[in-house]
């Protein structure tokens, strides 16, 4: 997926045409230009899953059930909180077993119900717990259809108060691949990766520092697509998320005390902050899980921090090295004098006497 996204981000966001219009106005700019215009662009992946062996030893359990009263439930660990996990997963299910979505529904998230199907992180739901539950929404589809003679979508409900409640238990396998070795650290590091490319527009203010990032153009290579708003929403809230990394998000200390504690403090990218953003979903299915998805959670933050900087360098030919790029540092830079205290790193407090 690395050229595809790559081709389209740059396509999209106009890159070469871009940079061309860029470097004219840099070539005609005088003393008096007070705003500098730059575009970037930068390119990564992301690991789907847990690093290493980390799957292995999580060993995680996604289960299926059919109530007695013909019900189908979806019980796994895995939580929402916004990126569209109860949506996805009876999707999946429903898909598999030949039924409606809302056919399917999904027990709370408590641990004396749900088995465990490790933690929501590491880009791993949809990717992972989301195969497994294909996998037991197949088991259970072959008994009902075996015993019952006809497809599932007909036979579910007479199986389930003929036979009373069954439930499918499905545990993590390894995918295809090298094993990872914990002792040498060689093998598979992850069983797939999504590739990213984000072309970014700003304006920098050449009297401020202030950095304004006026376009985002995220082009990500995911698997499969299993739900296109969700996945549009997820590079968008990502891509946000990665300007306000790039240019004003910065914890502060003194003496060891975080000075900005709490939102009323500490900044983060509002609706007023956002750029216009473009989500180009690239499908590249991986063929080790049942219906091809990977991670789309973190991928999208890897790549429009450093297409800013690039952007930064693009309309004032500086580089800044350590983010946020606030207006402290870029001044610095232009000016080519020391720029402020790294961020993150505690400072003294000054001496009042």
């Given amino acids: 997926g690395s050229h595809e996204v790559l081709e389209a981000a740059a396509e999209t966001g106009a890159y070469e045409r871009h940079r061309s219009q860029n470097h004219e106005a840099r070539q005609a700019r005088t003393?008096?230009?007070r705003i500098a215009s730059g575009t970037?662009?930068?390119m990564a992946w992301h690991g789907a899953g847990f690093t290493g062996s980390g799957e292995v030893h999580l060993a995680s359990v996604a289960s299926l059930e059919l109530t007695d009263d013909g019900?189908?439930?979806v019980l796994t660990a895995s939580t929402e909180m916004g990126q569209g996990t109860k949506t996805i997963f009876p999707q999946l299910v429903a898909d598999a077993l030949g039924v409606e979505p809302d056919q399917v529904e999904i027990a709370p998230q408590d641990t004396s119900i749900?088995?465990?199907s490790g933690p929501t992180v590491a880009s791993r739901t949809a990717m992972v717990v989301g195969g497994l539950l294909i996998k037991a929404a197949d088991e259970l589809k072959a008994l009902v259809e075996a015993d019952s003679g006809m497809p599932f979508a007909d036979g579910y409900q007479t199986f389930a108060q003929e036979h009373g409640p069954m439930r499918v238990d499905e545990q993590f396998t390894p995918y295809p691949g090298e094993p990872f070795d914990d002792a040498t650290y060689t093998g598979d590091a992850?069983?797939?990766?999504?590739?990213a490319a984000c072309v970014a527009d700003v304006d920098v203010d050449l009297d401020t520092g202030e950095v304004t990032v006026k376009t985002a153009v995220s082009a990500d290579d995911i698997g499969r697509v299993i739900h296109s708003v969700l996945a549009e929403g997820?590079?968008?809230g990502g891509t946000l998320q990665a300007v306000?990394?790039?240019t004003i998000e910065e914890i502060k200390l003194i003496d060891g005390r975080y000075q900005n504690d709490r939102l009323a403090t500490y900044l983060i990218p509002t609706a007023l902050d956002a750029p216009r953003i473009t989500s180009?979903?690239?499908e590249k299915p991986y063929s080790g899980s049942p219906h091809g998805a990977k991670g789309v959670g973190e991928l999208p933050m890897d790549v429009a921090a450093p297409a800013v900087l690039d952007a930064i360098h693009d309309a004032t030919g500086v580089w800044i090295s350590e983010l946020p790029a606030t207006p402290e540092r870029v001044l610095a830079a232009l000016a080519g004098i020391e720029a402020p205290p790294l961020p993150g790193v505690s400072q003294p407090a000054p001496d009042r006497r």
Avoid: D, H, M
């Avoid at 992850?190 to 590739?195: A, I, K």
């Fill in 114 to 116: 749900v088995p465990n």
């Fill in 234 to 236: 997820q590079v968008e």
């Fill in 31 to 33: 003393s008096a230009a």
């Fill in 71 to 73: 019900r189908i439930r």
């Fill in 190 to 195: 992850y069983p797939c990766f999504g590739w």
């Fill in 40 to 42: 970037g662009l930068a």
């Fill in 244 to 246: 306000g990394y790039a």
């Fill in 280 to 282: 180009i979903l690239v």
